[in-house]
Nanobody, 126 residues
Framework: QVQLAESGGGLVQPGDSLRVSCVVS????????VAWFRQTPGKEREFVAA????????YYGDPVKGRFTISRDNGKNTVYLQMNSLKPEDPAIYYC???????????????????WGQGTQVTVST
């Protein structure tokens, strides 16, 4: 059974940094695309960042470009999202996702991913 477990969310101040992690169990991360999405109540799930199966391509949503960085450690079966310069508009539940059949043109699409975590809450105080 494949499971994804996010952690590292919390309450931060505007301008702070936070790193969230996602540990994948039940399948190897190697050869799989990985991504982060976020969602707030009443809104659709929003693409945040993705990395291709080989790690050769990374993509970011416009609101987070230049501030967030996705990375992976295949040896630890873990995906990370480093979030810097957090803004009041960044609070959401952050979800990680993975899939072995995600092609590069579909990396931004939540429908392309097979497995999802339960999410971790990120809150920015105002």
């Amino acid at each position: 059974q494949v499971q994804l477990a996010e952690s590292g969310g919390g309450l931060v101040q505007p301008g702070d940094s936070l790193r969230v992690s996602c540990v994948v169990s039940g399948r190897t991360l190697s050869g799989s695309a990985v991504a982060w999405f976020r969602q707030t109540p009443g809104k659709e799930r929003e693409f945040v960042a993705a990395m291709s199966r080989t790690g050769g391509y990374t993509y970011y949503g416009d609101p987070v470009k230049g501030r967030f960085t996705i990375s992976r450690d295949n040896g630890k079966n873990t995906v990370y999202l480093q979030m810097n310069s957090l803004k009041p508009e960044d609070p959401a539940i952050y979800y990680c996702a993975t899939g072995s059949r995600v092609i590069t043109s579909s990396l931004r699409s939540h429908a392309a991913y097979d497995y999802w975590g339960q999410g971790t809450q990120v809150t920015v105080s105002t």
